[in-house]
């Protein structure tokens, strides 16, 4: 592995590491609006919005958002589609780490 190929690969672990952590800031945010407008009878955030954030890689997020703000928890496409998302993401991860770790071995 070249010294250009070893910096592009961390720069990329660096990247997808930061937008992980953006994306399920922003979802998180996302549900606590949108109890908040719920509440206050306004305009809402489409549900598929919300679902396509997980999608996207905020499931994390959406747990959370779920939990803490007890937004859409009643609802079967949230409170099982949504863990069912963050499984996926979770095989995800574990399969780029073992990916990962049988390259360096």
């Known amino acids: 592995m070249s010294i250009f190929d070893k910096i592009l690969s961390d720069n990329?672990?660096?990247?997808?590491?930061?937008?992980?952590?953006?994306?399920?800031?922003?979802?998180?945010?996302?549900?606590?609006t949108d109890k908040s407008k719920a509440r206050s009878g306004k305009w809402r955030i489409p549900e598929s919005t919300l679902l396509l954030l997980a999608a996207l890689g905020g499931s994390a997020g959406s747990l959370l958002g779920m939990n803490?703000?007890?937004?859409?928890?009643?609802?079967?496409q949230f409170s099982v589609g949504v863990p069912l998302?963050?499984?996926?993401?979770?095989?995800?991860?574990?399969?780029?780490?073992?990916?990962?770790?049988?390259n360096i071995i």
């Open 85 to 102: 998302i963050f499984v996926f993401h979770i095989l995800l991860l574990a399969g780029f780490i073992y990916i990962s770790c049988k």
């Open 12 to 32: 990329i672990i660096i990247v997808c590491f930061a937008y992980v952590i953006v994306i399920n800031i922003i979802t998180f945010i996302m549900y606590g």
């Open 68 to 76: 803490a703000f007890h937004h859409k928890t009643k609802k079967k």
